[in-house]
Nanobody, 124 residues
Framework: VQLQAFGGGLVQAGGSLRLSCAASGRSLSSYTVGWFRQAPGEKREFVAA???????YYADSEKGRFTISRDNAKNTVYLQMNSLKPEDTAVYYC???????????????????WGQGTQVTVSS
């Protein structure tokens, strides 16, 4: 499966963005999809994930602000980001895997397929 992440941009603090992760080649409905982000000089960190069942998982700092969802008809997973903060500035990546187990959802090493990343910049 090929993934393409888009929807990033420049937004003021408190604003919102919706990122999209569009898949081609195979149906994304059979994959767990995760969003990760990486700021300059920092490690890639988990943001959110959604399993085939629709169950969702979030990093503690994103709970209540970010919402991950999927539209299987459009073969796309979304990350709605509200109340954005300057510390949310990073390149955001989507990733997918068919076999990832629940205890590995937050670990980037267990996702086999990755999109190219989209830049999110939040100004103060």
């Amino acid at each position: 499966v090929q993934l393409q992440a888009f929807g990033g941009g420049l937004v003021q603090a408190g604003g919102s963005l919706r990122l999209s992760c569009a898949a081609s080649g195979r149906s994304l409905s059979s994959y767990t999809v995760g969003w990760f982000r990486q700021a300059p000089g920092e490690k890639r960190e988990f943001v959110a994930a959604i399993r085939r069942s629709g169950a969702t998982y979030y990093a503690d700092s994103e709970k209540g602000r970010f919402t991950i969802s999927r539209d299987n008809a459009k073969n796309t997973v979304y990350l709605q980001m509200n109340s954005l903060k300057p510390e949310d500035t990073a390149v955001y990546y989507c990733a997918a895997d068919q076999s990832i187990i629940i205890t590995s959802l937050t670990s980037s090493q267990y996702y086999h397929y990755w999109g190219q990343g989209t830049q999110v910049t939040v100004s103060s």
